[in-house]
């Protein structure tokens, strides 16, 4: 008993000498790493173009149900969302929305800085979520992989498609 | 009942089905793509298979397609055989080779029976490195998209639309691995089923264009049982909800009323619930500004709703609630119904025949099994089309009854087109104008009214000598009446079908006398009536006198107020006639949800919920009290349920306190207590205080997403989720996650079953009843109560009269109908104004076609281009019934034509 107590004593006057892990924040920042799921952006295609296509897949997947939003279309059937809202003050932050996308839109970077002093202020609407940049996922454009043609290639130009079948021939 | 062991399990189980619907009902999953239980087989996916073994001792079996074998007895099976396992697996990833990455933008996500199949085959993992085909889509018109890449060459689609609905212009083009389903060319798809493809089609080939335009996903809408309110027919329907409008109508499968089918209108005709033109606040027109609140509407409302100088008019599109509750607020003695006395004399000879209980009104499914049809003066296409689709069935089925000798089964489709060959049951149809069921009938006949009502008659003569008998008939005729009289007593289960559409009351007599003399002891003869509206059964059952006798009393000055129900009058009778009645009230009081030319004059306007608001209970042409739940409770507070206004105004008469107000059923009751020929609407669905383990019924499926989002702009706070006190089921997706009873079910879903395709398992057979009966009850005698006589009015030989035509109200599907109409897809295909005038008579008039007269009826004056109809007989004009520009006639009508300068 008294042999542990002193053990304890003696590891923690140790401890003294070690390199310090508590820093300094917010003078000094703490560095994350690339997957550390904080903040959640919607990102761009490497065209620019917005890369939610809509799907609600994210909306499903959230086990606090804080995504809403509604899809819409452009003038070439291109499908995006008309508004997109996440409620932060709900966000558990636990990355299965960016898990569910289908086109690497919705993603977590690491970012925790979202402190507010009033609530209603942690509802993000995709204004605040549209970022200009492809996030941690460079090079993919959903629209060039899918089937449909909504402006961004036309019908069989895609990646690994066949141009469009002549329905007119019978030829194999 | 045969004895099948499926992995060593043993069954009870119906002989002569085929394995898979067996199968399916005894609850395996598995999977399949181009059987449909109403379509049958025919064996083309491959996707079914399943071992089939010799005997007890067979231990290799071999593997079979389970939708192309039938049951018997003593059958080894089975399904979780590793080769029948891995052989289905096999068939979804050749399926999926071509497949493209489009279910994060395909409108069947979620409710897509091919995802549900990969998935349940295990195919999770794309080997096939090739090129996917591609193809080019067609424009299919404002109901339907086309995206071609999606197909899996089931051919459900063309199964559907050509075998099943007679649809003439889908269908399958190319060869081999090439095959594409759609138009010759870019076009409008003409059948008036054409919405049905999107839930055939197990892909996203076909999908509802009207929900593309808001487009939400199966597992986010608030849904609810619902009835559609465009037709007489009363075919079941989920409407689903998102973000406080309304977005999509799906079939809501009823065994005895639409199976798995609804027409285009039914479907597509949903948005007038989302329309600008709804009626947003309460309006009182006398004071500045006209918006008011309720405490000030009531203020005005107490003055004025006194009770011996108000009367009540009621409609044939409001809920037997919302009728009832305004019969309650006026009196009986003050109540009228909404329509004109030409048609109140319509339903009141139709509802002496069905409450006399000596013919039988069919469902929709018993019309299916008809072998002899004769329809007169109607064209059900455009006036009920379900009726027209069952009719279809009726005559295309009747020559399978032959199958049997031969041991084809009833699922086996291809074999029984085989062998029906061009061969069909017998159809006479009798209308002015050509229809689309033309095509299938013996002998389309185009004739005036009163000669329909004439051959009716020597029909009904030929068939029993007691029936009075026309004179001075043509010989043809006669003739033509001995033929189709002697199909009619041949067959094993005839059906006449008549109607109000061209006020004809004549032809409904003749059309009833054919019925009661094929009625025999032991079996009565069907007789289907096709109505004009939602509800005009219900309505027409409280027997109050029509509009006609309203004016009387309004013209004598005794009554200062008029209350309006869910009712554009100017729909019911002449312009003229309209304006003078209103002119006659001193304050009008309207209820309705969209404006009209009604509310227009209303001095006080009360806004009301649609069917999507509210709960109401409506009887359809066959006598079925079907109940409809509210989908949604709507953001505007204004819009609340006819008869919940209507009872809170009793409290200015009697002094009923609010609280006393009643819930839809305690309505009911006290309604089935008053009018005895109601008993049976108030149990058409289970009590609001009905809970299954506690529970109630969840509107939203489990996972409904956004719930702490979706309101979080307004508040980040979410509010407490809107409470039903009204039903059983709740707006949330907590409660009972079992089987809700068959009247309750919100929307079909099972486990691994995401599309509709669900239904299966919510059948105690698959493709027949609901578990627990299909929902509804009939409410007209099954058996003889009161005294028939046939009927004596039989008019005189029809003879065009110089200078003056008899106006055909020519219904449309699309166009005919109030509601739908305010959808733009429906609009976008609702006819033009025209009129239809035989060649003679246009060559008379000195025009052609399309030509310009000026029609006068009453004293309205229209400009029409001619329509010239060579089947249409001499002194008869037709005009689309009640389409916009078209209204204000008082029907039935003459008209005067002449060559007009625009
Ligand atoms: S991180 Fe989790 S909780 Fe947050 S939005 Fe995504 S799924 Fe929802
Ligand atoms: S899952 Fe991705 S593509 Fe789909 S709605 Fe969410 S962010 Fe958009
Ligand atoms: S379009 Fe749809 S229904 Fe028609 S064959 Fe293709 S997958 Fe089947
Ligand atoms: S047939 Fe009539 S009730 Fe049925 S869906 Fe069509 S309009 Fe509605
Ligand atoms: S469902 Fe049996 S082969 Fe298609």
Redesign the pocket.
């Given at each position: 008993m008294m042999i542990s107590l002193l053990r304890t004593i003696g590891l923690t006057f140790l401890h003294m000498f070690k390199k310090r892990e508590t820093i300094q924040y917010p003078e000094e920042k703490a560095s994350l790493h690339p997957r550390w799921r904080g903040r959640i952006v919607l990102t761009r295609d490497p065209d620019m173009g917005e890369r939610c296509v809509g799907c609600y897949l994210c909306a499903a997947a959230c086990p606090v149900d804080c995504i809403s939003l509604q899809a819409t279309e452009d003038e070439n059937g291109r499908r995006y969302p008309e508004f997109f809202r996440i409620n932060f003050s709900r966000c558990i932050f636990c990355g299965y929305c960016e898990e569910a996308c289908p086109t690497y839109a919705i993603q977590l970077i690491p970012d925790f800085e979202m402190a507010e002093y009033n609530r209603q202020d942690m509802v993000y609407e995709k204004e605040d979520l549209l970022i200009n940049s492809q996030g941690k996922y460079p090079g993919y454009n959903y629209y060039k992989i899918a089937g449909l043609d909504a402006g961004v290639k036309g019908k069989g130009t895609g990646e690994n498609e066949d141009p469009p079948i002549d329905i007119h021939s019978l030829l194999p | 009942m045969a004895t099948i062991y499926i992995d060593h399990k043993a069954y009870e189980v119906t002989p002569g089905k085929n394995v898979l619907e067996t199968c399916l009902t005894l609850g395996f999953d598995l999977p399949y793509?181009c059987w449909h239980p109403a379509m049958g087989s025919v064996g083309a996916c491959r996707q079914c298979a399943i071992k089939l073994f010799k005997d007890e001792d067979d231990t290799k079996g071999r593997l079979v397609m389970s939708c192309m074998e039938t049951v018997k007895d003593n059958m080894y099976l089975s399904v979780e055989d590793p080769a029948a396992r891995a052989f289905r697996a096999q068939v979804i990833e050749w399926l999926m080779t071509n497949h493209p990455h489009d279910c994060a933008v395909c409108d069947e996500g979620g409710s897509c029976h091919l995802q549900d199949m990969t998935v349940m085959t295990g195919h999770n993992y794309r080997r096939f490195q090739f090129p996917k085909r591609s193809y080019k889509n067609q424009y299919l018109g404002p109901f339907i998209n086309h995206e071609?890449n999606?197909?899996?060459?089931?051919?459900?689609?063309?199964r559907f639309y050509k075998d099943y609905a007679g649809g003439k212009d889908l269908d399958v083009f190319a060869a081999h691995n090439h095959v594409y389903?759609g138009r010759a060319e870019d076009g409008i798809l003409e059948s008036e089923f054409s919405g049905n493809?999107a839930e055939?089609?197990?892909?996203g080939?076909?999908t509802d264009k009207s929900l593309k335009a808001h487009y939400t996903r199966k597992w986010d809408m608030t849904m609810a049982p619902s009835i559609c309110q465009h037709c007489s027919l009363g075919c079941n329907v989920i409407a689903g909800e998102r973000y406080g409008e309304l977005r999509q109508i799906t079939n809501r499968y009823n065994g005895a009323v639409n199976g798995y089918f609804i027409c285009d209108r039914g479907r597509f005709g949903y948005e007038f619930v989302n329309n600008i033109n709804r009626i947003q606040q309460p309006l009182v027109r006398a004071q500045i500004p006209d918006a008011a609140d309720k405490d000030s509407l009531y203020r005005q409302l107490a003055k004025i709703l006194t009770k011996d100088t108000t009367i009540g008019i009621a409609s044939p599109r409001a809920s037997l609630e919302a009728n009832f509750a305004l019969r309650q607020l006026v009196g009986k003695e003050n109540f009228y119904q909404g329509v004109s006395e030409a048609e109140a004399q319509l339903m009141r000879n139709i509802l002496l025949t069905l409450n006399s209980g000596h013919v039988h009104s069919p469902s929709l499914k018993e019309t299916e099994t008809a072998d002899a049809v004769f329809i007169l003066g109607e064209d059900l296409t455009n006036s009920a089309p379900m009726l027209a689709l069952a009719v279809r069935q009726a005559i295309r089925k009747a020559p399978f009854e032959k199958a049997a000798e031969i041991s084809i089964p009833t699922w086996h489709d291809a074999a029984l087109r085989e062998l029906a060959q061009e061969e069909k049951g017998a159809l006479f149809i009798a209308y002015p104008t050509k229809t689309k069921l033309d095509e299938l009938a013996d002998k389309p006949l185009h004739l005036s009214p009163d000669e329909i009502a004439r051959l009716g008659y020597t029909v009904a003569a030929q068939l029993n000598t007691n029936v009075p008998a026309p004179e001075g008939l043509s010989k043809h005729s006669l003739k033509l009446a001995k033929q189709i009289a002697g199909i009619l007593k041949k067959a094993k289960n005839p059906l006449i079908i008549c109607g109000t559409s061209l006020f004809n009351e004549a032809i409904i007599s003749a059309a009833t006398n054919i019925a009661l003399a094929l009625s025999g002891k032991e079996k009565k003869a069907n007789l289907s009536f096709v109505i004009p509206e939602c509800n005009s059964m219900g309505l027409a059952m409280m027997d109050a006198p029509s509009l006609a006798h309203a004016m009387e009393v309004l013209e004598n000055g005794d009554v200062d107020t008029v209350v309006v129900l869910e009712n554009d009058l100017y729909r019911r009778g002449g312009k003229g006639e309209i304006d003078l009645l209103f002119n006659h009230c001193r304050n009008l009081v309207v209820l309705d949800h969209l404006h009209n030319e009604t509310s227009n004059k209303a001095s006080i306007l009360i806004p009301v919920a649609t069917f999507a608001e509210a709960d109401g209970t409506i009887v359809n042409n066959e006598g079925r009290a079907q109940r409809f739940f509210q989908v949604f409770s709507p953001k505007n507070e204004n819009f609340r349920e006819s008869w919940r206004w209507l009872d809170e105004f009793r409290q200015f008469q009697n002094g009923i306190c609010p609280e006393e107000l009643k819930a839809p059923e305690n309505l009911l009751a006290e309604m089935a207590h008053l009018m005895p020929q109601f008993k049976g609407a108030d149990t058409v669905a289970p009590d609001a205080d009905f809970r299954i383990s506690g529970q109630k019924i969840p509107r939203e499926p489990h996972r409904y997403s956004g719930r702490t989002a979706m309101l979080a702009n307004i508040n980040v706070s979410e509010p407490k989720p809107p409470e039903d006190h009204d039903s059983a089921l709740s707006f949330t997706m907590e409660g009972y996650k079992g089987m809700p009873p068959a009247p309750l079910i919100p929307f079909f879903w099972a486990p691994g079953w995401n599309s509709g395709q669900s239904v299966n398992k919510y059948q105690a057979e698959v493709g027949g009843s609901l578990r627990g009966g299909d929902p509804g009850n009939r409410l007209f005698p099954e058996i003889s109560v009161a005294e028939l006589s046939y009927r004596n009015h039989i008019p005189s030989p029809f003879i065009p009269s110089p200078g003056e035509w008899l106006m055909l109200p020519l219904s449309h599907i699309f166009g005919s109908e109030e509601l739908s109409i305010y959808s733009p897809g429906i609009n976008e295909r609702c006819p033009k104004p025209y009129i239809a005038i035989n060649r003679k008579d246009a060559k008379d008039l000195n025009t052609a076609e399309n030509d310009i007269v000026q029609l006068q009826i009453q004293d309205q004056l229209y400009f029409l281009p001619v329509r010239i109809m060579e089947e249409l007989p001499q002194g008869l004009a037709g005009i689309p019934y009640q389409i916009p520009g078209l209204t204000g006639i008082s029907w039935p009508a003459k008209g005067t034509l002449t060559k007009g300068n625009t």
């Open positions: - | 793509f071609m999606r197909c899996i060459q089931c051919y459900r689609c063309v389903f493809l055939v089609c197990p892909t080939v076909f």
